[in-house]
């Protein structure tokens, strides 16, 4: 990947939604090459596929919840268990394997407090082997972005 492919990334990462017309003119190439490029970069699985940013509130999930979660035992077993469960689940919207005091590290969105306790008793506890479950409920955002930034 070379700095050209970024910039189509990161120009696509701003507005999915634009043409080739317009993603060509904002990386400086003509149509076709930019084009060539694109389908290049999605066949190498480096644009894995298309999505729509929404609002969480307006949507409806306006509580963003993150969960940090240990297991108590850290077998083969265990972890695959835990982790299909933690796929299947709608609220959960990230997972990640952490270093430090937590194994994971979900973001959960919720529409209030009671669907959080829900989620918790109803979706979370079933799964079985969790050792703790950590949450800090955000109260405000500072900056989200899912544009990378440039490499020089």
Same mark, same amino acid.
């Not at 990334?9 to 701003?14: E, G, K």
């Not at 609220?91 to 394997?97: D, I, M, P, Q």
């Given at each position: 990947?070379?700095?050209?492919?970024?910039?189509? /990334?990161?120009?696509?990462?701003?507005? #999915?939604?634009? $043409?080739?017309?317009?993603?060509?003119?904002?990386?400086?190439?003509?149509? =076709? %090459?930019?084009? !060539?490029?694109?389908?290049?970069?999605?066949?190498?699985?480096? /644009? !894995?596929? @298309?999505?729509?940013?929404?609002?969480?509130?307006?949507? #409806?999930? %306006?509580?963003?919840? *993150?969960?940090?979660?240990?297991?108590?035992? &850290?077998?083969?077993?265990?972890?695959? &268990? *835990?982790?299909?469960? /933690?796929?299947?689940?709608?609220?959960?919207?990230?997972?990640?394997?952490? $270093? +430090?005091? =937590?194994? @994971?590290?979900?973001?959960?969105?919720?529409?209030?407090?009671?669907?959080?306790?829900?989620?918790?008793?109803? !979706?979370? &506890?079933?799964?079985? #082997?969790?050792?703790?479950?950590?949450?800090? *409920?955000?109260? +405000? $955002?500072?900056?989200?972005?899912?544009?990378? %930034? =440039?490499?020089?």
């Amino acid at each position: 990947m070379d700095d050209k492919d970024r910039q189509i /990334i990161r120009a696509l990462q701003r507005n #999915g939604r634009m $043409t080739n017309q317009d993603l060509a003119a904002e990386v400086s190439l003509s149509p =076709s %090459p930019c084009l !060539r490029r694109l389908k290049n970069l999605e066949a190498s699985g480096a /644009i !894995r596929g @298309y999505s729509v940013s929404v609002d969480a509130r307006a949507y #409806g999930l %306006p509580v963003n919840v *993150f969960v940090r979660v240990s297991l108590e035992r &850290h077998t083969e077993e265990a972890v695959q &268990h *835990f982790e299909s469960r /933690i796929k299947a689940i709608d609220e959960v919207l990230e997972c990640y394997v952490m $270093t +430090g005091l =937590s194994d @994971y590290l979900l973001r959960v969105v919720v529409a209030d407090l009671d669907d959080y306790e829900n989620f918790v008793r109803k !979706r979370l &506890h079933p799964i079985g #082997g969790i050792g703790s479950i950590d949450t800090s *409920f955000v109260y +405000g $955002t500072v900056k989200k972005t899912d544009v990378f %930034p =440039s490499i020089d």
